[in-house]
């Protein structure tokens, strides 16, 4: 399996646009989660999904941002409009409920710089 | 979920184990402790848990004291990609609670 896939990489943008961030969980995988990494703050979770629809939004900062999950192997996470206190990492992460495990499969993640 | 203490940063010589603590006086009876870590620049990383049994797997050994406050994460022989942010996390497991909250962690550094 290639893991969990984030696209972009990197991001880098001017103040007011538009940012979407997309994540391809685990095949199977049906939690999908969102965090936020900064050095101030450290990794928060923004929100997660359960079966694509979402069970927890209580981490999303504003209005400004908001997560879809439209099926099972596609979600994303759009900030409109992007300030430059957004700029962070942003990791996508999947999971397998039925697993008494709980682990966590993170991607990559994707390096946002608003400026 | 019950919080959880850890040192802020610990070093290590390479070749040697890392012990990395963390206390979790507050942990309830259904509560897993998980350990994973961050090298620098990617994700984080599913290490080992447990609920009040040692556990050891291919990279880690999870030591849980018999009351279950605290445990000790040991990397028997640490190299240089060991080098990481280590967070210990204490949340219930199973279906319908997948959720994960992540604490400042402890940064291990593994030196030649």
């Known amino acids: 399996d290639a893991g969990v896939i984030q696209s972009p990489r990197h991001e880098v943008t001017e103040m007011g646009q538009e940012v979407t961030l997309r994540c391809k969980p685990i095949?199977?995988?049906?939690?999908l989660f969102w965090y936020r990494q900064t050095m101030m703050r450290g990794l928060e979770l923004l929100i997660y999904f359960n079966n694509n629809v979402p069970i927890d939004d209580s981490g999303m900062p504003e209005d400004r941002f908001s997560a879809k999950m439209p099926n099972a192997s596609f979600s994303t996470l759009k900030i409109q409009p992007s300030e430059p206190r957004d700029s962070a990492v942003y990791f996508c992460a999947s999971s397998l409920g039925s697993r008494k495990t709980g682990e966590l499969f993170f991607g990559e993640g994707s390096r946002l710089t608003v400026l | 979920d019950a919080k959880t203490t850890q040192p802020p940063s610990m070093d290590c010589a390479e070749g040697r184990a890392a012990n990395l603590p963390c206390n979790h006086s507050?942990?309830?009876?259904?509560?897993?402790v998980y350990w994973y870590r961050q090298i620098h620049s990617q994700g984080p990383q599913y290490i080992i848990h447990g609920l009040k049994n040692n556990e050891t797997n291919e990279m880690a050994s999870l030591i849980i004291t018999e009351d279950r406050k605290s445990s000790t994460l040991i990397l028997p022989h640490a190299t240089l990609r060991d080098t990481a942010v280590y967070y210990c996390i204490v949340r219930v497991a199973g279906a319908g609670f997948q959720k994960l909250v992540f604490g400042t962690g402890t940064r291990l550094l593994v030196s030649p």
């Open positions: 507050t942990i309830s009876g259904n509560e897993y």
């Open positions: 095949s199977g995988h049906d939690y």
